[in-house]
């Protein structure tokens, strides 16, 4: 599918649907990302072969990841429909105004303090912008076409 079929099919939905989506993916991306960041700490010593302190530990920090992700994702999609459907413009100042928005209130709130605030906002607002103006995709179709395997034929050994 090209971008503009994309597009069609992504305004279908509306903006409360769009929002949920984010959230959700949100949620299950920062519980997969807690679980790796709960590997990684150290987990308080088991005593008498007992492993409910680490296993609530790492439910905790995926618990905590997860609503933080959560809430970004909702955040920003949320925020991003609100001044696309004020602005009546789809362009890269929608994402940047909605990662501004998600950065500096939920990691604000979570660094409770300003400067935090500006700085995640700062951050999330860029990265978005760039995304936004680089086209949203990674990969540049060139129109060749590659196989798993080779379409020559190899000359035969005599």
């Known amino acids: 599918m090209d971008t503009e079929e994309l597009r069609k099919m992504e305004d279908e939905e509306g903006p409360m ?28 010593r088991v005593e008498r072969r007992i492993a409910l302190p680490g296993l609530m530990r790492t439910l905790k920090m995926m618990g905590n990841h997860g609503v933080t992700f959560a809430a970004i994702g909702g955040v920003y999609i949320g925020v991003e429909q609100i ?3 004020y602005r ?11 990662g501004f928005a998600a950065g500096a209130s939920v990691l604000g709130f979570k660094g409770k303090s300003i400067s935090t605030a ?3 906002g700062a951050a999330l607002a860029v ?7 680089g086209g949203q995709t990674t990969r540049v ?3 060749k076409e590659y196989y798993p395997y080779t379409l ?4 035969s050994v005599e």
């Open 17 to 44: 649907i769009k929002t949920i989506k984010g959230a959700t993916t949100g949620l299950a991306a920062g519980t997969i990302w807690g679980t790796i960041v709960a590997t990684w700490h150290d987990v308080p």
């Open 83 to 85: 001044v696309q459907k």
């Open 88 to 98: 009546m413009k789809r362009d890269f100042v929608n994402g940047a105004i909605g």
């Open 118 to 120: 500006i700085s995640a």
């Open 127 to 133: 990265t978005s912008a760039m995304i936004d103006v």
């Open 141 to 143: 179709d060139t129109g």
């Open 152 to 155: 020559k034929k190899r000359p």
